[in-house]
């Protein structure tokens, strides 16, 4: 074994900022000097869905929150304070809850896999499986059923978003701010938008209505 065995890591890391500083050289001298992006993201941990190559953006252009399958809880401190930050402090105007299909999360909430700690966190994947049950089981194929979850998954913590202390308070002060909803493929790369998109209270009461409407039939 190296002697770091993260060295390969470091070397790697050497060669972007090289190659960085070559194409642009303030790159970094402007990076430093402010954060506005635009947009947050609340993505998968998920190793396969980086967010910023996903849609294209460069360091700086995108807020990132990631956490397994996607969630938004009302009692996650963590989420809720990155979601403060970016909406009170960084004036973003669009918060994007993006899950992806195949989400290992996804799958092992809806097949009841048993991996200890995380079942706990999943218990929120398992709630939004029991309150579409019967939608689920129209898909005859486990994949289309998992598949549907993770779109499922999506609009409700897009739901739960927009009823968080912060954005409620956002719209309110008449803080121009837009929740959206989309998946991402990992088959193809692809986004997308579940039409699920919301910029006032007042749309929230339809939305679950127009999202199931909208969504794909079965993949099989």
């Not at 909406?87 to 991996?115: P, S, T």
Request: include cysteine; glycine fraction near 6%; proline fraction near 3%.
């Amino acid at each position: 074994m190296p002697a770091n065995p993260l060295s390969e890591l470091i070397e790697n890391n050497r060669r972007w900022s090289a190659e960085r500083i070559r194409k642009d050289p303030d790159f970094f001298v402007r990076l430093t000097r402010q954060q506005a992006p635009q947009y947050l993201w609340i993505g998968c941990s998920d190793s396969r869905v980086p967010a910023n190559e996903i849609v294209d953006l460069q360091p700086g252009e995108l807020f990132v929150h990631r956490n397994v399958a996607n969630v938004v809880v009302h009692t996650d401190l963590n989420c809720l304070s990155v979601l403060q930050y970016a909406i009170d402090v960084l004036k973003v105007r669009h918060v994007i809850v993006c899950g992806h299909y195949g989400c290992g999360g996804v799958m092992a909430a809806l097949q009841n896999q048993r991996f200890g700690l995380i079942n706990n966190w999943l218990r929120h994947v398992q709630d939004v499986a029991w309150k579409y049950d019967a939608a689920l089981k129209d898909e005859t194929l486990l994949d289309a059923q998992i598949d549907r979850l993770c779109e499922l998954n999506v609009i409700e913590q897009v739901i739960n978003v927009c009823q968080t202390t912060v954005v409620e308070s956002a719209w309110e002060r008449g803080q121009q701010v837009t929740i959206h909803g989309w998946i991402y493929g990992l088959s193809n790369g692809l986004v997308r938008d579940l039409g699920v998109s919301v910029s006032e209270m007042d749309a929230i009461d339809s939305l679950r209505e127009s999202a199931l409407a909208r969504l794909a039939p079965t993949r099989g």
